[in-house]
C-alpha cells in the first residue's frame, strides 16, 4: 500500500510513540500546535518544572497530542526552502540593478577592519545595524556573545582575523534581552552543553556580584549583567595571546597598538548600540597591562635591531606577526620573550 506523504508521517510519529516508555506524552508539542505558533516552541516555566522532581529542563516536559490535531499543514510548511531560494533570487536582481560590479568585488577577497562577536540572537544581525555592507565585517557568533579560551571555534576565527586578515578593531557586542543571560539568572539546569556554557555568564556575575546584587529591580539587573557581560568578554579578547602579540607587534612598528578592543550593547527596543566603558581610555588600562601583556612593548622596542618582519612560517599565505624579529639576542634581553622558533 503506497501512504501518501501525511500518512508516512503520522506513521514515523506513531511509531516513535510506541518505542517510548511514556508514549505520545513524551512528545513536547503537538504538530499542529506548533503550526498554530508560527512553528515556535511553546514558552515553558523551567523553574516550574525545575521544582517537579528537580529534572532538566529538555526532559521535563510533558505534553500529549490532540486527537484534532492534524500533520498536514505542518509538514506542508516545513518541507522545503522555496521561499528561501526566492528571497536569495530577488536580493540578487536587486543587488546588481543598484551595483552590477556588485558581486565580481566579492569575488576577488575580502579584507575587513572588523571584528565582531556577536550573540546567535537573529535580532542582531551585525552587518545591519551598523550599515555595513558584505565584505565589510568578519563575523563570529555564539549564545550571549561569550569569550572562552577554550573554545576552538573562535580561537580559529582569532587566528585569522588577528594574523591574516589584520583586523584594526575588535568588537563584542552584547544585547538587551538577551536568553542567554536571563536562562544564566535563572538557576535552573539547562542541561550539557548548554549549561556548561551558560555558567560562564555565572562567572560574570559572581566577578560583580555586590554591584548586580545591589540592583533591586530584576529586570535592570538583567540589563546590567547584559553590560557587565560584553565588558568582561572584551577583556577576555583582550588577554588572548594571538591579540597580544599583534598588538605588540602594530606598537612597535607604528607606535599604535591594534587591534583595538570595544565593548558595545545593542537594544532591540530603540535599535541604538550603547559604548560600554571597557579599557580604551579607561583606568583599567594599567591593571591590564600589568596582568596580560605578554611583555613591556617598549622594552621590547628597544630591542628591536632591524626592521627585518618576523619569520615566516611553512604553509601559511603570509607573513604572520606573532614571532620576534630574526637576530633577537636572547641574552641582551632583559624582558622575557618568545623565541622565533615558539609556538
Same mark, same amino acid.
Given at each position: 500500500?503506497?501512504?501518501?506523504?501525511?500518512?508516512?508521517?503520522?506513521?514515523?510519529?506513531?511509531?516513535?510513540?510506541?518505542?517510548?516508555?511514556?508514549?505520545?506524552?513524551?512528545? @513536547?508539542?503537538?504538530? =499542529? $500546535?506548533? +503550526?498554530?505558533? #508560527? !512553528? %515556535? *516552541? /511553546? @514558552?515553558?516555566?523551567? =523553574? $516550574?518544572? +525545575?521544582?517537579? #522532581? !528537580? %529534572? *532538566? /529542563?529538555?526532559?521535563?516536559?510533558?505534553?500529549?497530542?490532540?486527537?484534532?490535531?492534524?500533520?498536514?499543514?505542518?509538514?506542508?510548511?516545513?518541507?522545503?526552502?522555496?521561499?528561501?531560494?526566492?528571497?536569495?533570487?530577488?536580493?540578487?536582481?536587486?543587488?546588481?540593478?543598484?551595483?552590477?560590479?556588485?558581486?565580481?568585488?566579492?569575488?576577488?577577497?575580502?579584507?575587513?577592519?572588523?571584528?565582531?562577536?556577536?550573540?546567535?540572537?537573529?535580532?542582531?544581525?551585525?552587518?545591519?545595524?551598523?550599515?555595513?555592507?558584505?565584505?565589510?565585517?568578519?563575523?563570529?557568533?555564539?549564545?550571549?556573545?561569550?569569550?572562552?579560551?577554550?573554545?576552538?571555534?573562535?580561537?580559529?576565527?582569532?587566528?585569522?582575523?588577528?594574523?591574516?586578515?589584520?583586523?584594526?578593531?575588535?568588537?563584542?557586542?552584547?544585547?538587551?534581552?538577551?536568553?542567554?543571560?536571563?536562562?544564566?539568572?535563572?538557576?535552573?539546569?539547562?542541561?550539557?552543553?548548554?549549561?556548561?556554557?551558560?555558567?560562564?555568564?555565572?562567572?560574570?556575575?559572581?566577578?560583580?556580584?555586590?554591584?548586580?546584587?545591589?540592583?533591586?529591580?530584576?529586570?535592570?539587573?538583567?540589563?546590567?549583567?547584559?553590560?557587565?557581560?560584553?565588558?568582561?568578554?572584551?577583556?577576555?579578547?583582550?588577554?588572548?595571546?594571538?591579540?597580544?602579540?599583534?598588538?605588540?607587534?602594530?606598537?612597535?612598528?607604528?607606535?599604535?597598538?591594534?587591534?583595538?578592543?570595544?565593548?558595545?550593547?545593542?537594544?532591540?527596543?530603540?535599535?541604538?548600540?550603547?559604548?560600554?566603558?571597557?579599557?580604551?581610555?579607561?583606568?583599567?588600562?594599567?591593571?591590564?597591562?600589568?596582568?596580560?601583556?605578554?611583555?613591556?612593548?617598549?622594552?621590547?622596542?628597544?630591542?628591536?635591531?632591524?626592521?627585518?618582519?618576523?619569520?615566516?612560517?611553512?604553509?601559511?599565505?603570509?607573513?604572520?606577526?606573532?614571532?620576534?624579529?630574526?637576530?633577537?639576542?636572547?641574552?641582551?634581553?632583559?624582558?622575557?620573550?618568545?623565541?622565533?622558533?615558539?609556538?
Amino acid at each position: 500500500m503506497h501512504l501518501t506523504s501525511v500518512a508516512k508521517g503520522a506513521a514515523l510519529l506513531a511509531g516513535l510513540m510506541a518505542c517510548m516508555p511514556e508514549g505520545a506524552d513524551a512528545f @513536547a508539542a503537538s504538530p =499542529a $500546535s506548533l +503550526a498554530r505558533l #508560527g !512553528g %515556535r *516552541a /511553546p @514558552a515553558v516555566n523551567f =523553574a $516550574s518544572a +525545575a521544582q517537579k #522532581g !528537580g %529534572r *532538566a /529542563p529538555l526532559t521535563g516536559l510533558k505534553m500529549s497530542l490532540s486527537k484534532d490535531d492534524k500533520l498536514g499543514p505542518f509538514l506542508e510548511s516545513e518541507k522545503n526552502l522555496d521561499h528561501v531560494f526566492r528571497n536569495n533570487k530577488m536580493w540578487v536582481v536587486e543587488q546588481t540593478r543598484n551595483d552590477p560590479d556588485f558581486f565580481l568585488r566579492m569575488s576577488t577577497g575580502q579584507s575587513p577592519k572588523f571584528l565582531w562577536i556577536g550573540c546567535s540572537d537573529a535580532r542582531v544581525p551585525a552587518n545591519e545595524i551598523v550599515g555595513c555592507g558584505p565584505g565589510e565585517l568578519f563575523v563570529h557568533r555564539n549564545i550571549a556573545n561569550l569569550v572562552v579560551n577554550n573554545d576552538n571555534s573562535l580561537q580559529s576565527v582569532f587566528q585569522y582575523a588577528v594574523e591574516y586578515l589584520q583586523v584594526q578593531h575588535i568588537i563584542v557586542c552584547g544585547h538587551y534581552e538577551c536568553g542567554g543571560v536571563g536562562a544564566s539568572l535563572d538557576r535552573v539546569d539547562l542541561a550539557s552543553p548548554l549549561e556548561e556554557w551558560v555558567c560562564n555568564i555565572r562567572d560574570v556575575y559572581r566577578l560583580h556580584k555586590e554591584e548586580l546584587d545591589a540592583i533591586k529591580s530584576p529586570e535592570q539587573r538583567k540589563r546590567r549583567l547584559v553590560e557587565l557581560n560584553a565588558r568582561e568578554q572584551a577583556v577576555n579578547v583582550y588577554k588572548a595571546a594571538v591579540v597580544q602579540r599583534r598588538r605588540v607587534y602594530t606598537h612597535m612598528k607604528t607606535g599604535l597598538a591594534q587591534p583595538k578592543v570595544h565593548a558595545v550593547v545593542f537594544d532591540p527596543k530603540t535599535g541604538n548600540l550603547k559604548r560600554i566603558n571597557t579599557f580604551e581610555g579607561d583606568e583599567q588600562i594599567d591593571e591590564l597591562h600589568e596582568v596580560y601583556d605578554l611583555y613591556d612593548a617598549q622594552t621590547a622596542a628597544e630591542f628591536w635591531e632591524n626592521e627585518e618582519e618576523y619569520p615566516k612560517r611553512e604553509n601559511t599565505p603570509r607573513k604572520l606577526f606573532n614571532r620576534m624579529p630574526t637576530g633577537l639576542s636572547a641574552a641582551k634581553q632583559s624582558v622575557s620573550l618568545p623565541s622565533s622558533d615558539d609556538e
